[in-house]
């Protein structure tokens, strides 16, 4: 698999990628399973409400069984009364569900070679910024014609990410911390040719 850069080397340079990252066939199944696991594993799961046994007060039978001409009541924390318990309370669980390490790895390739396949995939050089501004990052980004993108880098860049932490339709995400979701959110994806080797290893 070959991507030409788009700076950062010689006109009309490419870099050879590993076809075992950035050459696979997309697997539609795989992938939407990757999502859903990731985006339920995120969820917080502590909804909590109150059962009949545990809302307080309650002990009393409001009237007695017969004679009065309403219907029978043993306590005024029924679910069918105000104040009462819920029937069927929310209680605290996790959402997570089971997807193992090789599935995820290959949603991920999955992801990746259809990237690139539709050329979505840019790949620079370098890309560093002289200051934390924003404006010097629109500008690069304007340079390459690109405004909604993620941008994949090897490793923390403080200036980068103070820059783009203003622009609503940037992320800027280290290999270590890239995600399944970012990488289905955004249009496009600029990547440093540090942060492709990087994948390669990882997901060798």
């Known amino acids: 698999m070959k991507l030409k850069l788009v700076n950062g080397g010689a ?64 306590s005024t924390r029924s679910p069918i009364w105000v104040g009462g318990g819920r029937a069927f309370a929310a209680k605290p669980r996790s959402h997570a569900q089971k997807l193992n390490k090789k599935m995820y790895r290959g949603a991920i390739r999955s992801m990746l070679s259809e990237l690139a396949r539709q050329e979505r995939l840019v790949v620079t050089g370098v890309l560093e910024l002289e200051a934390p501004k924003t404006k010097m990052l629109v500008g690069k980004l304007a340079e390459l014609g690109l405004d909604n993108v993620l941008i994949l880098i090897e490793a923390y860049d403080e200036k980068l990410h103070l820059a783009a932490r203003n622009l609503a339709d940037v992320d800027v995400r280290t290999v270590a911390s890239l995600d399944p979701l970012s990488l289905a959110r955004y249009p496009k994806v600029l990547a440093t040719v540090g942060a492709l080797r990087m994948l390669e290893e990882k997901l060798a």
């Open 11 to 74: 006109q009309g340079s490419e870099i050879e990628l590993s076809d075992a990252t950035f050459g696979r066939e997309f697997n539609e199944p795989l992938v939407h399973q990757a999502l859903v696991a990731y985006a339920a594993a995120g969820r917080a799961g502590t909804k909590a409400q109150l059962t009949k046994a545990e809302v307080r007060g309650g002990g009393k039978k409001p009237w007695r069984q017969k004679g009065t001409g309403q219907a029978r009541a043993g």
